[in-house]
């Protein structure tokens, strides 16, 4: 069997939080393959400890990556503040055609576009992918799913980092399916009630839909009234009614958009003068299909924005409504060149983490090495881009940890789902498969 078959076995994903699956991005053909440890997002822990705990089996699958895609150049890229993760890189043997490149501490450092303008100095098209130039750009903890996938072990587990208003940060490895109230006990319990929980991180984070998946890079735990959750829950018809009152017509949120800097067309403040001022039907269809170029990185609403409008939320509805009409992408220039002032206007984490007050949460959140033990789990059957996978198992069936239980239909794009623990299945309905331990 082929590394891109036992990949597709064992069900990997892009562990970033995208979630796209991983077989299929290395059945491309590529020049060079990268290997994203940048972790741009504030207050996560988990990329920046697997580096230095595990990065040889990085090394291997970088490796496995450019073997099946065919790459002759390999480039590991961190932050340069991550020393200890440096040095395990540097020291893992067998390391030729892998090279290791090192980022300030920008955000939004992990963007992979903004990754492959900072490491080759290429420029994705507008609407395009990294492939479109050749490269392939893969998350470390999927790397190391990658190289245990060759090895015949299927993804059941998941690292994370469980930080915010907690006793004990943490950084676990949590079953596939584990309930949050399970993780955020593992760090010691909440200090705060009510509370609210933030999958991902502070400024691409979602709240939490109630259990650990392949794509959680961390739980967050915060007041309910704190400000980044008040603006998390806020209804988009509250942000169109803010840009139509509010917006100052100033542009910052363009001249920090990353994708703009990139040299694509994408203006945040144009969308936002156009709702301002303009009927959605009367907005100029080029206007509107700018949302297609949008990475969704928060900084145009959560840091650009004098008064925290949301341009990226607006932009995302834009989004839904392009691809439920079949709207094609209008924006698809390929010869572009970065914005000459890039450099400068690429904001710090640090001040990410004071713009939404979470300095007292911005601490070490150490790796706990033994997986966590859970009496049941509920594991969802879409954790993916693509199709959700149908149940391969029944009600009462036993289950060993590995067994297959669910799987993508034949022809479809997708990734199987595996029993994270041993057990019985307990339910089985349109959303997951639990079971019983």
């Known amino acids: 069997m082929s590394v891109i078959d036992e990949v597709k076995k064992s069900g990997v994903v892009g562990a970033g939080g995208a979630g796209f699956p991983t077989w299929k991005k290395m059945s491309a053909r590529a020049e060079c393959v990268i290997a ?18 595990y990065g040889c089996e990085i090394v291997e699958g970088m490796k496995l990556v450019m073997q099946s895609t065919g790459a002759t150049r390999g480039i590991i890229a961190l932050k340069e503040k991550y020393h200890k ?13 892998i090279d290791i490149h090192l980022l300030e501490n920008y ?28 490269v392939v750009v893969q998350n470390v903890g999927t790397l190391i799913n990658i190289y245990r996938a060759s090895k015949g072990q299927p993804v059941t587990h998941r690292w994370l980092t469980i930080t915010g208003a907690v006793r004990e940060p943490r950084t676990i490895i949590a079953p596939v ?5 399970d993780a955020i006990a593992a760090a010691g319990g909440p200090t705060v009630a009510p509370y609210a929980v933030i999958d991902g991180g502070p ?34 018809d509250l942000d169109v009614k803010s840009a139509r009152s509010a917006c100052e017509g100033c542009r910052f949120c363009t001249d920090l958009c990353p994708r703009f800097l990139l040299g694509h067309a994408l203006e945040p403040h144009a969308i936002m003068r156009a709702v301002a001022y303009q009927a959605v039907e009367e907005i100029d269809p080029f206007v509107v299909a700018q949302a297609y170029l949008c990475c969704q ?25 392009l691809k439920d009409s079949g709207a094609a992408p ?4 390929k010869r572009l060149e970065p914005h000459p002032e890039r450099r400068f206007r690429r904001p710090p984490v640090q001040d990410i983490v004071s713009r939404f007050q979470l300095e007292e949460y911005d601490v070490d959140a150490p790796m706990v090495s033994d997986p966590l033990e859970v009496a049941a789990v509920n594991i969802p059957l879409k954790q993916h881009v693509g199709v959700a996978c149908s149940p391969r198992v029944m009600v009462g069936d036993r289950v060993k940890m590995g067994d297959l239980i669910g799987d993508v239909p034949d ?9 994270s623990i041993g057990g019985v299945v307990s339910s089985i309905n349109a959303e997951e498969i639990g079971i019983r331990a």
């Not at 994203?36 to 705990?53: A, F, I, K």
């Not at 145009?300 to 607006?314: D, K, V």
């Not at 209008?330 to 220039?333: D, G, I, K, S």
């Open 177 to 181: 399916g584990t309930p949050v109230g």
């Open 330 to 333: 209008l924006h698809t220039r």
């Open 36 to 53: 994203n440890g940048s972790e741009c997002e504030p207050l996560l822990r988990v990329d920046q400890q697997l580096m230095t705990l």
């Open 411 to 419: 022809g479809k794009v997708g990734a199987p789902i595996h029993a």
């Open 203 to 236: 400024m691409m984070g979602s709240e939490s839909k109630g259990v650990v998946m392949k794509t959680t890079t961390s739980l967050i735990v915060l007041p309910v009234d704190h400000k980044l959750v008040r603006y998390k829950r806020k209804p988009i």
């Open 297 to 321: 990185c928060g900084l145009c609403g959560m840091y650009a924005c004098p008064t925290l409008l949301s341009p990226e939320r607006i932009i995302k509805a834009f989004v839904g409504s």
């Open 85 to 97: 993760a440096v040095i395990a890189l540097e020291g893992c043997p067998g390391r030729d055609g």
């Open 107 to 134: 955000y939004p450092a992990g963007d992979e576009q903004a990754l492959v303008c900072d490491v080759l100095g290429k420029i994705v098209p507008e609407s395009g992918i990294p492939i479109d130039i050749g």
